[in-house]
């Protein structure tokens, strides 16, 4: 694993972690199979985030890929006053003692970028979010260190996932994160079959905005990593026939697709973007759900497909500006 900074304009000067593994030989399964019966178990959420930043408006999606039966959906939460999250892999857990699931998506406390608990240190993320990051550490570092079973998986594999979308302070703009938890396990010596299993810090993947004069692309980011199959960013500079298909049958489709295969998806119309989505997305989902949501800096976050399962309302933060992105569904006039 190595780091590199980015400095190039617009983008953050933050420490980057490239990915160094996948999960090519990771039972995903294990955590709800291997484990003792009286012990924690984690539901895991599979899928794809995607993410296309258009002129003034960023147009985001979760597709739900399961990767165990019964699996959760990816799930979709307001992190701050700026910032969406999509949650993947153990984003819940179960006690078997409690019909309650625990949810990483709920009860979420924000930090403020002040917090002088959560400065970055040189070589760790930007304030905001490694404030974020380090509230799921803090959230998942309980529930890790239940599992006191051995689990037959890589140290290299996250076992929990964020993507993390909005905009950054100080004008630099659309911002997309990927942050990945990955957890270490050590055997007890003098207790037997007794493991000791921590959480380690989490690592931070820029995926937008790209470096300077590279070209501005749909963004995806999936779990597992190794999930088989083309991008959306690759159907369409592929001339994917049935996405070259909306184009034709559709002009403001056709100029979207024009400057997503021109590198310039930053120029794209915010309404026709966002129409296009909803248009490919079931192309691509084939049986599997999605949602699928609009964000931008003047009117925040709203719903083009809504998920199946009811957004719980969350406690407000006093703090929170009035216009900060929001979940919730409008109530109807």
Not at 289 to 308: A, C, I, K, S
């Amino acid at each position: 694993m190595f780091s590199l900074f980015l400095r190039a304009p617009f983008v953050r000067p933050i420490t980057v972690a490239l990915l160094a593994g996948v999960l090519c030989a990771f039972p995903l399964g294990a955590l709800a199979q291997d484990q003792h019966e009286d012990e924690i178990i984690a539901n895991l959420a599979g899928g794809r985030a995607i993410v296309h930043v258009a002129k003034d408006a960023i147009i985001l999606a979760a597709i739900n890929q399961p990767v165990e039966r019964n699996s959760i959906p990816p799930r979709v939460m307001d992190l701050d006053a700026t910032h969406i999250g999509i949650l993947f892999g153990a984003s819940e857990w179960r006690i078997p003692a409690d019909p309650r699931p625990i949810r990483l998506d709920r009860n979420f406390q924000r930090v403020s970028r002040g917090d002088p608990r959560y400065q970055s240190s040189p070589g760790e993320g930007e304030t905001d979010l490694e404030t974020i990051g380090i509230a799921y550490l803090e959230k998942l570092r309980p529930l890790i260190a239940q599992l006191h079973h051995k689990i037959d998986f890589s140290p290299d594999d996250p076992i929990f996932q964020i993507v993390i979308i909005g905009y950054a302070p100080n004008d630099y703009g659309p911002e997309v994160w990927v942050v990945e938890y990955r957890m270490e396990q050590e055997q007890v010596a003098t207790r037997g079959d007794y493991w000791q299993t921590r959480i380690q810090r989490p690592r931070f993947t820029q995926l937008y905005p790209p470096e300077k004069h590279a070209p501005r692309m749909i963004v995806e980011s999936r779990y597992p990593p190794d999930t088989k199959g083309p991008t959306l960013a690759e159907l369409i500079q592929g001339n994917d026939p049935n996405i070259t298909h909306l184009g034709s049958g559709e002009p403001r489709f056709a100029k979207v697709l024009d400057n997503l295969r021109g590198g310039q998806a930053q120029k794209a119309a915010p309404i026709d973007s966002a129409d296009f989505m909803r248009a490919v997305l079931p192309l691509i989902a084939g049986n599997s759900t999605f949602v699928l949501g609009t964000m931008d800096e003047r009117h925040g976050f709203e719903w083009m497909v809504p998920p199946e399962e009811p957004v719980e309302k969350v406690q407000e933060d006093k703090n929170r500006p009035p216009d900060a992105p929001t979940l919730r569904r409008a109530p109807k006039p």
